[in-house]
């Protein structure tokens, strides 16, 4: 009888060890696809520097002009006869994008050591939103066309419905329709901004008070730290939106509210995206998982 108990907790054992092994080989896969999506978000913050300079004739700036023209785009001085429109209010929004490049290179190493962290399609999409966030940005401030615009509105829409519908996690159903959902949601506000051009600021600024509400709700309104200091961050960064709106900057001047709008929304976003993967691992410490042997299969590693 003892052989027998014996004979099947050796075969759990060896069970356990199998699966863990096979966490382990799909950890270092997505490890490797994370790290490869981090290249190629360089590689477009790259050519979108790069490009002014090797096209000068800046045949992005051809088609209709953005809404923003007959009402006042920004504070910074626009310069209509160069390649790029607002050069400063343009760099800078590629902070976004190098805020995605951060977040899939931290979640890469994270794999690398088997923490807990966000699963692989919600790292994805956040990922992207961000890089499409900064190059889209870019766009409009280069060429202030509705293209760019549009550019610049969905992503950043999507980007707060994220915020949104990840503070859904945990309830039913959420495991399988929430990611859905959210695409469903962003396309939804993507046709706004094409469609219904005027509402932009109306919805981005209606999607970030749910967002914000519904993540502050999952802790009884006393956040985490790092939740609390992201937030706090992307209220100094809605201060420097605003004052820039009312004119208080210097059109000619290298500092402008808009652009530290754009650093410090990219700051947010990582200090966001920190606080999820804190989540997380505190989540994991709390089950006991994470123990060689004693793991569970997971999509957190699928991307």
């Known amino acids: 009888m003892a052989v027998a108990e014996h004979g099947h907790y050796g075969d759990a054992v060896s069970t356990g060890r199998r699966q863990h092994g096979r966490e382990e ?4 896969r997505a490890a490797r696809r994370a790290t490869a999506a981090a290249g190629a978000v ?3 913050i790259g050519a ?4 002014p300079l090797l096209v000068p004739s800046a045949p992005w700036t051809t088609g209709p002009a953005a809404t923003c023209v007959a009402t006042g785009c920004f504070c910074e001085a626009v310069a209509w006869h160069t390649p790029v429109r607002q ?4 760099v800078s929004s590629l902070a976004f994008s190098v805020t ?3 977040v899939l290179l931290t979640w890469a190493r994270a794999a690398r050591l088997g923490r807990a962290r966000m699963p692989g399609p919600w790292l994805a999409a956040f990922a992207a939103g961000c890089a499409l966030v900064g190059v889209g940005s870019a766009y409009l401030h280069g060429s202030f066309t509705f293209l760019g615009q549009f550019a610049d509105v969905a992503p950043m829409q999507a980007t707060a419905l994220f915020l949104f519908c990840y503070a859904r996690r945990g309830g039913p159903g959420w ?5 859905p959902a959210y695409l469903v949601l962003a396309g939804l506000a993507a046709a706004a901004a094409w469609w219904l051009p005027d509402t932009r600021r109306y919805l981005f600024l209606m999607f970030i008070v749910l967002g914000v509400a519904a993540e502050f709700a999952r802790y009884r309104l006393a956040p985490p730290g790092r939740l609390a200091l992201s937030f706090g961050v992307f209220g100094l960064a809605g201060v420097a939106w605003v004052l820039d709106g009312t004119g208080l900057c210097a059109p000619d001047s290298p500092l402008q509210g808009h652009a530290l709008w754009h650093v410090l929304g990219a700051v947010a976003a990582y200090l966001l995206f ?3 993967q804190d989540e997380a691992n505190h989540q994991d410490e709390a089950s006991g998982r994470g123990r060689p042997h004693e793991t569970t299969a997971s999509n957190v590693y699928r991307m």
Not at 48 to 51: D, F, K, N
Not at 175 to 179: E, F, K, N, Q, V
């Open 25 to 28: 080989r799909d950890a270092r």
């Open 42 to 44: 360089l590689a477009l």
């Open 48 to 51: 979108s520097v790069i490009l």
């Open 87 to 90: 050069p400063v209010a343009a």
């Open 100 to 102: 995605a490049v951060a």
């Open 175 to 179: 495991p399988r329709w929430g990611l």
């Open 274 to 276: 920190l606080h999820y």
